[in-house]
């Protein structure tokens, strides 16, 4: 009898020895510190948490993360699913979602309102203005530790091990940390019908400036506009003939590196350097040809792809996003093809391609520590290969995770678009890039060179503005606004 008793009371005890160890060994995913937090107890109550074995974070204390997710052209099936299969894993986190199209100035409105209770723990879009003075003003979490959590289906790798390369390298730093971090790939250029391509033996895939020119030369011959995007939101030329190719002109004059640091730092000149301005005069020149659609002042994005689907215009410019947008659109036997516009006179020279992160993630900095721990954990379980694998056969999504890229068995699972975007990438060698700034400017001639160049983008493509002297009033406009934030 006595024995009983006292093999039971050391099992106890020895049990409440590993709890207490493993709580002040553990902290989120092995990268969080400290012990996870527990309820008080009342004197003679025994102080026993339980913790998930694989984070550190408690069972059985309730959270509600708050979610602000904007729909876009991934829409949201994807991830009620991933968030279906996080709370069945972790029951005691609840995830409160509100979802909209304009979640920008849903998020404006919030954090103008400095309620910290009532903003959201989690958002997967920049506000208005982006993120760079919130996270200067300490309003963001740093999300670094992110990259070295271990993978829910892979315990062995780290979230940067099994990271599509470059993503890593490409996320935006402010002041020597990184507030985002994104889920999925994105890639830009210009997206077009295959069979349409094929029909009229149009080239599919131009390997320099020439060509490409030759390219287009062929398909307004047949009759057709070789190039469309959305006028009402004339930023969408950028997926296409956006900062990448200042960057690839870059390259080739011997200076990538220098430019790249020049543009996150606004180092002037912006507007009016060599690269920037020769690829606005080769777009005007484009414009002067013909070469793009002459109903773009009045399209939206939407309208400018269903130019395509309809054998209206050849190409647009937009991103990998396009056939999960455009799929109540899109004919049964569709198949989209994939190129970049090559800036380059020969193979010899890098091809570059805009090259994106989506899905972007952002964690309020004023919350409770156990909040922003499982927000980490959400953001992680979105990585999950079932997760991703989702995401890009449903919503369209490229991948963050290099192993589904690499396998496949899987790629041949993926939409039309990304299959040839990740072909055309492989096929050409290609660089790709994201364009980010490391720092912000807040002066209000920094948004009005901005307006002044939106404005005009449309009429340098239908060929009636010489783009130079606008990117030298642009350029007056930023330099007051560079002295300004200097000051």
């Known amino acids: 009898m006595f024995n009983t008793k006292m093999k039971r009371w050391m099992s106890a005890g020895a049990a409440a020895i590993l709890s207490a160890t493993m709580l002040a060994a553990c902290g989120g995913n092995g990268n969080t510190s400290g012990p996870a937090s527990s309820p008080s107890n009342s004197p003679g109550q025994s102080a026993e948490v339980e913790v998930y074995p694989e984070n550190g974070l408690p069972k059985n204390e309730e959270v509600t993360l708050k979610v602000g997710y904007f729909i876009g052209g991934y829409g949201r099936e994807w991830f009620d699913k991933a968030v279906e299969s996080f709370t069945k894993k972790y029951p005691n986190v609840k995830i409160d979602i509100t979802a909209s199209s304009d979640m920008q100035t849903i998020l404006s409105t919030k954090i103008s309102a400095g309620n910290d209770k009532d903003m959201f723990d989690l958002f997967n879009t920049a506000p208005a203005g982006g ?66 391509f094929e029909e009229h033996g149009w080239n599919q895939n131009p390997k320099t400036w020439e060509e490409f020119k ?33 960057f690839e002109l870059a390259d080739i004059n011997g200076h990538a590196e220098q430019f790249i640091e020049n543009y996150k730092t606004y180092t002037l000149p912006q507007y009016t350097n060599p690269e920037t301005v020769e690829t606005w005069t080769r777009f005007y020149e484009l414009g002067k040809l013909g070469y793009f659609a002459e109903g773009l002042p009045a ?64 964690i309020w900095a004023a919350k409770p520590d ?20 989702i995401a890009a056969e449903e919503a369209g999504a490229l991948p963050m995770r290099k192993d589904l890229t690499e396998d496949p068995s899987r790629t041949v699972n993926l939409t039309s678009s990304a ?21 912000s400017i807040s002066d209000p001639n ?42």
């Not at 289906?153 to 990271?163: G, M, Q, R």
């Not at 009759?223 to 900062?243: C, E, L, S, V």
Request: cysteine-free; charged content about 25%.
């Open 131 to 196: 993120v760079v003075s919130l996270a200067e003003a300490g309003k963001l979490e740093p999300m670094d530790d992110i990259w070295d959590y271990k993978l829910p289906d892979v315990p062995d790798k780290t979230v940067k091990d099994l990271s599509m390369p470059g993503m890593y390298e490409s996320t935006p730093l402010i002041q020597g940390k990184r507030y985002e971090f994104a889920i999925f790939t994105s890639f830009g250029g210009l997206f077009y019908n295959k069979k349409l």
């Open 214 to 246: 030759q390219l287009l030369a062929d398909i307004k011959a047949d009759g057709i506009a070789p190039i469309t995007f959305p006028g009402i939101h004339p930023n969408y030329h950028t997926w296409a003939f956006g900062p990448a190719k200042n």
């Open 299 to 362: 399209l939206t994005h939407t309208q400018s792809q269903m130019q395509v689907l309809q054998g209206q215009a050849a190409m647009v410019s937009t991103g990998t996003h396009v056939e999960n947008e455009m799929k109540e659109a899109t004919p049964a036997d569709f198949e989209w093809g994939f190129m970049a516009v090559p800036f380059r006179d020969s193979e010899d020279q890098t091809l570059w391609i805009r090259s994106g992160t989506t899905g972007f993630n952002y």
């Open 370 to 389: 156990l909040n922003k721990k499982w927000a980490k954990e959400l953001i992680v379980w979105l990585l999950h290969l079932d997760n991703q694998q």
């Open 419 to 439: 299959q040839a975007v990740l072909k055309y990438i492989a096929d050409n060698k290609a660089h790709t890039y994201k364009a980010s700034r490391s720092v």
């Open 446 to 487: 920094l948004a009005q060179a901005e307006k002044l160049l939106n404005e005009n983008i449309v009429k340098f493509a239908l060929g009636k503005q010489d783009p130079k002297p606008i990117l030298e009033e642009a350029e007056k406009l930023l330099t007051k606004a560079v002295e300004a934030a200097k000051k």
